[in-house]
């Protein structure tokens, strides 16, 4: 059964729902953002979290006002419930413009729809109740709303890592679309990115593997075991506190910046490599190569690498060749 419904909510809050589908990499074949497929994974996998913490919030408030002798147990819930969707849930903008969302839902996603219509609605709209909860989802951090977008794949990596189960599964940004089979070992969070990483091992070749979580498709928990490595869970647990969108050796770099560059390394937070030492203009850096290379492109002449020379040689390559296909 498909259905379709109208959602009415701020142009705000729906530009926030596309950022979302697009970093979570929710995408149709011809490239652009599937936000209809991103909203009703959205509704499956927050429906119970949301209607749980309402619910919690809603007796939280009955309990206080009940306990105004004044106030009668009925009015102090429809009051309740009034302040709710009045004041708590009022997140959007008064001023600005409106828009629509056109919802097609099915399966578990129209199965939740009509639960909501039949049982949860009282004097609000189906359009007012969705969005709703879209603003208390857009409410939570970044790494959390990735979470429960992507449930089923942290219960499945968590649940793996619990039992030392070797785990299975192919990543959207590998081109070769090949199973990989991995020892997991933990989850953490890239604090510049706010997305979350599974931290790996793969025995056979004696390395660490670092795959972001919205990345990995057909996850699976094989009968295969592994017997956990105090050395590579030290090493992987120091990589998911510095660095854990890589597991790459660090190395050490040097790095000279003009003021701008001083000011542009303040401001370009993401995948931001941690300085070690400062000394005038010259920054030190203990950090993997590849992600010194992926951060400083966006320097140009505003930060030079004086050592190592391979680091320098990635930077000047790269410029080269930018250069040379602007001059054609």
Known sequence: MT???????????????????????????????????????????????????????LNDMLSELTSVKALKSEDASVLADKIIRTYINKKEAVSGKSAVITLTVSGESYSIIKIIENNLLKDNSLSGYIKDMFLSYLSIPRNKREEIIFKETYE?????????????????????????????????????????YLLCH??????????????????????????????????????GLR???????????????????????????????????????KYEF??????????????????IVIRPKSLKTRLKKYYEEALDAYGK
Do not use: C
Request: proline share 2%; hydrophobic share 30%.
């Open 3 to 57: 259905e379709k419904y109208k959602i009415y909510l701020s142009e705000d809050t729906k530009t926030r729902l596309i950022n979302d589908a697009e970093l979570f990499e929710f995408f149709r074949n011809d490239g652009t953002v599937n936000l209809n497929g991103f909203l009703k994974e959205l509704i499956v996998n927050y429906f119970d979290q949301y209607r749980r913490d309402n619910d919690e919030l």
């Open 156 to 196: 499945t990596i968590n649940k793996a890592i619990a039992n030392n189960r070797i785990l299975t599964f192919s990543s959207s940004n590998s081109h070769s679309k090949s199973t990989i089979s991995v020892e997991p070992y933990l989850i953490a969070t890239s604090k510049e990115e706010q997305f979350s």
């Open 202 to 239: 793969n025995s056979d070749y004696y390395k660490d593997h670092t795959f972001r979580i919205s990345r990995l498709r057909n996850v699976f928990i094989t009968s295969d075991t592994f017997e956990r490595d105090e050395k590579v869970q030290a090493r992987l647990t120091q990589t």
């Open 243 to 281: 660095h854990p969108h890589s597991a790459a050796q660090d190395i050490h770099a040097v790095i000279r910046m003009t003021e701008r560059g001083k000011q542009m390394y303040k401001m370009i937070v993401k995948n931001r490599p941690a300085v070690t030492t400062v000394d005038g203009d």
């Open 286 to 303: 203990d950090w993997p190569e590849m992600q010194l290379e992926d951060y400083f492109r966006r320097f140009g002449k505003e930060a």
